[in-house]
């Protein structure tokens, strides 16, 4: 896969591992990543997939899902790098909660803890429109924003785990998520390395991002994993990635090129009860979040969507009907 910069990304068909499976843990433990098979069916996937388009048409800007002429700009919800839908309801529209309630998901996360005590995160999803037909929806090249996504000094160690339920078959013609594999190893001396850079973030931002010749970037081949519907891949908050738009499609696409659901599990103990008293809130009043389920950060308060143009003319979803597997998760 050519590309600019310094960084050479290589598709790649790395191990699926059980969900739960002791291979599962050691593998990201010592590459920082880890690709869970089927952590949904088939079915499940598609179902998913189903529901998001529910929740883009229940929208009411005219998005329909069968004719691409609808996707446009004036429609689609404002997205974050890579496609990224932080707001609008996403973190608790039907979708979100169908994936969220399958246990085969929550096992994942559950090894990585040693705990069922898990509370989840109410993030979006990643949907990448055929820019075959538009050149603009093409996303960012990845090669621009590699990052971590975990402070170096006020989080310091292993403290979250992050994930996303791939929806569609994916290639390297149409691109994915890109790590650079055992870089989390790097973290521990992150602060030292870059105290200059550091002292300019706050702490209580998660989002640290490499220079585009960083010689971290290079210190081993950056790999996108094949993956296929209802995979589910993990990787550690301190590891190096981003999401790089493909190559080439073939000029007759006309459905979504990639869909990903983000999910994130962390342990419930975590949490104080001010934040749990946040979470329950959010679950009344539609609010997204982030990866972390032991810190508060609100999406729909992200400067790109308060700057977002009519962002009135969105429709929320209904307040979500959740059973009791479901209700365990918030708090």
């Excluded at 800007?61 to 707001?87: K, L, Q, V, Y």
């Excluded at 790089?244 to 949490?271: F, H, V, W």
């Amino acid at each position: 896969m050519s590309q600019h910069f310094n960084i050479e990304i290589v598709y790649k068909h790395v191990p699926r591992l059980e969900s739960g499976s002791k291979e599962s843990i050691s593998y990201l433990e010592e590459h920082g990543y880890a690709v869970i098979k089927k952590a949904l069916s088939s079915d499940e996937a598609a179902k998913t997939l189903e529901l998001l388009w529910d929740y883009l048409e229940g929208l009411g800007t005219g998005i329909d899902r069968r004719n691409p002429s609808t996707w446009g700009d004036d429609r689609w919800p404002t997205c974050a790098h890579g496609g990224i839908m932080p707001s609008y309801g996403i973190g608790h529209s039907e979708a979100q909660w169908f994936l969220r309630g399958i246990p085969n998901v929550k096992k994942a996360f559950a090894k990585i803890w040693d705990t069922d005590e898990l509370l989840t995160s109410f993030d979006g999803v990643s949907l990448w429109r055929p820019w075959n037909i538009n050149p603009e929806w093409k996303t960012e090249s990845g090669q621009s924003w590699f990052h971590i996504d975990q402070h170096p000094i006020s989080k310091p160690g292993k403290q979250c785990i992050q994930g996303l339920v791939n929806l569609l078959p994916t290639s390297e013609e149409i691109g994915g998520n890109v790590i650079i594999p055992g870089s989390h190893k790097f973290f521990k001396n992150l602060p030292d390395e870059y105290e200059e850079r550091l002292s300019r973030l706050p702490l209580d931002i998660d989002h640290f991002r490499f220079p585009n010749d960083d010689p971290k970037l290079s210190s081993s081949k950056a790999v996108m994993c094949h993956m296929e519907p209802g995979d589910l891949l993990l990787w550690d908050s301190r590891t190096i990635h981003c999401s790089n738009s493909g190559s080439k499609l073939d000029n007759d696409t006309t459905d979504l090129i990639r869909a990903a659901s983000l999910i994130c599990m962390m342990p419930k103990e975590l949490s104080s009860e001010d934040i749990l008293e946040k979470r329950r809130e959010a679950v009344e009043k539609l609010i997204s979040t982030t990866n972390w389920t032991n810190s508060f950060r609100n999406a729909d308060e992200f400067p790109l969507i308060l700057e977002a143009q009519d962002r009135n003319k969105y429709k929320w979803p209904k307040k979500p009907t959740l059973n009791d597997y479901q209700k365990s998760l918030i708090d």
